[in-house]
């Protein structure tokens, strides 16, 4: 009689699961690609409807105790007179103060500028006194009037229509998302009133993440019977208010 061998067949022993040796190189090559990864989750733009926005921009900048403002653009076309840049800054009172620069006959006149209490006054190298001036005979801007709030540049913002969001860029450590729309003539005309009130503009807004406005360009007829014109705006809140008062006279006039 035959009886089975308690004999214990013996299995070879698990073979070790090791992770494979990762090169200093394919370490760097990880984090990097985890840092990059992080950044792009961390970096993206403000979810929401553009109109709603450019809103928040608009009241943020509606807020602040003053402003810095500038508006220019490259060159004009030739032979107009109007307003090549103006850079300062300003409150809704309104009240601006600044440096403009003016295109007149062929020839750039850079002109020191106070706006208050509804009166422009200027001194160019010409003079070296202010002297008050209508701007609408230079066909500019009162510069008080651009920064006046709701009635100045910020209207921009709200009274822009067709509004697009774009796709987020980078500038610098910044993600900015652009937002385009088109504005009346008649809105673009109470700012500059070279503009064409019955034509049609162009305006691409930039954003930053928490909804400030890091600068507009506005394309369009500003000058009758010339090619398109593109003035660039930036605007930004101030956390202090800023004195504005105009120009002393000379004591012996």
Known sequence: MFTRSRHRSRRPPPACQTEPVRTPLQVIAALVAALVLTACTSDEGSSGDPEERL??????????PAIDFSIGTD???????????VKGHGDTSPAFEGEARVVAGGTTLPADVIATDGKLWVKTGLSSEFLSIDPAQFGI?????????????????????????????????????????????????R????????????????????????????????????????????????????????????AGR
């Not at 504005?244 to 006279?249: D, G, H, L, S």
């Open 55 to 64: 809103d928040a921009a608009a009241a943020r900048l509606q807020d602040a």
């Open 141 to 189: 801007p009162d510069p008080a009037q651009l920064v006046s709030g709701e009635d100045g540049v910020l209207s921009l913002l709200t009274s822009a229509t067709d509004l697009e969001e774009g796709e987020d860029v980078r500038d610098g450590r910044d993600v900015l998302t652009t937002i385009t729309g088109s504005l009346a003539g008649a809105d673009v005309a």
């Open 191 to 250: 700012l500059l009133p070279t503009a064409d009130e019955s034509g049609t503009f162009e305006v691409e807004f930039r954003l930053n993440q928490d909804d400030e406005l890091t600068d507009a360009v506005v394309t369009g007829p500003f000058y009758a019977g010339e090619d398109d014109v593109a003035y660039t705006l930036t605007i930004t809140a101030l956390d202090e208010p800023v004195e504005i008062t105009e120009p002393a006279r000379d």
């Open 75 to 85: 060159e004009l076309p030739r032979g107009v007179t109007g307003l090549l840049s």
